[in-house]
């Protein structure tokens, strides 16, 4: 009967690590997509300031001109989506559902 409850408490101090590294993952991969996020509109701030003032004093406001503000105004929203702060995300991980979810223990 010992070994049965020294099983179950280790399986429960695996699912609270399982859970535990769950966690750490899903915050890595929201700060990655926000970090990638603030390198893409700095890149995009950059090659419009660049490019963006010889287009419209060589060509004037032409079809090209007015595509490029489109597409930076576009690409600007999807990033401030991004990096807006949210009350809507959450980060769970729970041991009991880890445990569900690996099915049936020793006993």
Do not use: Y
Not at 12 to 25: C, P
Request: net charge negative; with cysteine.
């Amino acid at each position: 009967m010992a070994e049965a409850d020294e099983n179950k408490a280790k399986s429960f101090e695996l699912a609270f690590d399982e859970a535990g590294r769950a966690l750490d993952a899903q915050e890595r991969a929201v700060n990655e997509l926000r970090s990638r996020a603030g390198v893409l509109i700095a890149a995009a701030a950059i090659t419009t300031s660049f490019f963006g003032s010889r287009a419209i004093t060589v060509d004037g406001l032409s079809l090209g001109v007015w595509v490029a503000v489109v597409a930076f105004i576009v690409v600007g929203g999807c990033v401030l989506t991004v990096l807006w702060p949210r009350s809507d995300w959450s980060f769970n991980a729970s041991a009991a559902v880890t445990m569900l979810l690996s099915g049936p223990g020793p006993g």
